[in-house]
């Protein structure tokens, strides 16, 4: 099983703000990985696939970057409604698996 | 606009089985080239993918569920169902259904789930 490790665990920063999260895994999944936002209550919004392409509707703020074991999804600058919490996904082998999350809050 | 909703009981005994139906409106479960799958999120923890099925029949499954997971396409009811089997508390979690993603600028299907149902919750307790 492939193993994502995500960090920082917290970010604590202000509308405007860049964010950056990254996503490492135990193995090369070459560009197969995708990123998710969720918030409470809410069902999962996915951002980016395969790495780098942003999902229909997300806005150019957020991108994502990287290939084999390590990516980055970026926020230019924060909108109040960004702040949630940050799921990166591989799916290179037939054993998806997510990392455990990034929580992005208000300073 | 494809829609999905999550059916089933929201408390299930330890050692029966969890049955969840994701009900597919606005598209059809037989649509080729996608795959429509579970993901779970116990309380306080993240997500866990719990596994998919391809409208080829093919399915795959976490490997810590994989001898007690069955997922199923009905194309009559146009939903697709989540069994599992022998539950213990460790099953409680908000259960999603979900499908795969399509990006009509590059005519490119790609596999990650990108429509989501607003999730149910699943309670394992006596």
């Known amino acids: 099983e492939i193993v994502l490790t995500q960090s920082p665990a917290t970010l604590s920063l202000s509308p405007g703000e860049r964010a950056t999260v990254s996503c490492r895994a135990s193995?090369?999944?070459?560009?197969?990985l995708g990123w998710y936002q969720h918030k409470p209550g809410q069902a999962p919004r996915l951002l980016i696939y395969?790495?780098?392409n942003r999902a229909s509707g997300i806005p150019a703020r957020f991108s994502g970057s990287g290939s084999g074991t390590d990516f980055t999804l970026t926020i230019s600058s924060l909108e109040p409604e960004d702040f949630a919490i940050y799921y990166c996904?591989?799916?290179?082998?037939?054993?998806?698996?997510f990392g455990q999350g990034t929580k992005v809050e208000f300073k | 606009q494809l829609q999905l909703q999550e059916s089933g009981p929201g408390l299930v005994k330890p050692s029966e089985t969890l049955s969840l139906n994701c009900i597919v409106s606005?598209?059809?479960?037989?649509?080729?080239?996608?795959?429509w799958g579970w993901v779970r999120q116990p309380p306080g923890k993240g997500l866990e993918w719990v596994g998919a099925?391809?409208?080829?029949?093919?399915?795959y499954y976490n490997p810590s569920l994989e001898s007690r997971i069955t997922i199923s396409v009905d194309t009559s009811k146009n939903q697709f169902s989540l069994r599992l089997s022998s539950v213990t508390a460790a099953d409680t979690a908000v259960y999603f259904c979900?499908?795969?993603?399509?990006?009509?600028?590059?005519?490119?299907?790609?596999?990650?789930?990108?429509?989501w149902g607003n999730g149910t919750t699943v309670t394992v307790s006596s």
């Open positions: 395969d790495a780098s």
């Open positions: 979900a499908r795969s993603g399509y990006d009509s600028r590059y005519n490119y299907y790609y596999y990650f789930m990108d429509v």
């Open positions: 193995q090369s999944v070459s560009s197969f």
């Open positions: 099925m391809f409208s080829t029949g093919s399915t």
């Open positions: 606005g598209g059809s479960v037989g649509s080729s080239r996608y795959y």
């Open positions: 996904q591989q799916r290179s082998d037939w054993a998806w698996t």
